[in-house]
Every structure is written in C-alpha cells, then in structure tokens.
C-alpha cells in the first residue's frame, strides 16, 4: 500500500532554513505529480508546493514562493523540500501527499516550528 513517511522538521529561528524529505513506497513513485502540503493549529490542511512526474515542472503558494523549493530523486523514491528564510508564519505540520484514482494518500507529517 500507499506510505508516504515525512522526516526533516524541527525548531528554527526566524530567517533560518529546513530541508524535509519524503520516502515514498508502495507506487510508482516516477508516473506520479507529488505535492507538499502543511497544516497549522487550528487551520485547515493547505497545498504549498506541487512537482510533476519528470521534476521539471513546480508551482508553489503565494506565501512560500521565492523561498521554498520543491525538487524529487525518481531514483531513490523520495521527494523533498527547501524552506529558507523561514517565518513564524511558516510553522505547521508538513505533509507529503500523492493522489491516486482520485484519493488522496498523506504521511503522518513533520512538526516545523519558526520562533525565537
């Protein structure tokens, strides 16, 4: 089956940086757009970043363009994520998620927190 196990998180400061990965099993991870999404307390679970099947096509959120890179190792089965100049704002629970014949398959997150 579908595991999708998020690791990378952690505390930063303001103005700091995180690299999270993703390990993906259980699909073919390669024929398959792969997406980054995170959830803060009390909000509702939100899409940040998408990468395509071949990694050469990437769209990101508004709020985290510019500083964050989404990017995948199709060899190694694993997807990751670069959050620079990271915000307050930015702290939530990330999750790597992959929709397959219309459901949607997450991992169980990773806790980043930006604050002082």
Known sequence: QVQLVES????????????????????????????????????????????NPAGDNTNYSGSVKGRFTISRDNWNHTLHLQMNSLKTDDTAVYYCGVRRFGTDFWGQGTQVTVSL
């Open 8 to 51: 990378g998180g952690g505390l930063v400061q303001p103005g700091g940086s995180l690299r999270l990965s993703c390990a993906a099993s259980g699909f073919t991870f390669a024929l398959y757009t792969m997406n980054w999404y995170r959830q803060a307390p009390g909000q509702e679970r939100l899409l940040v970043s998408t990468i």
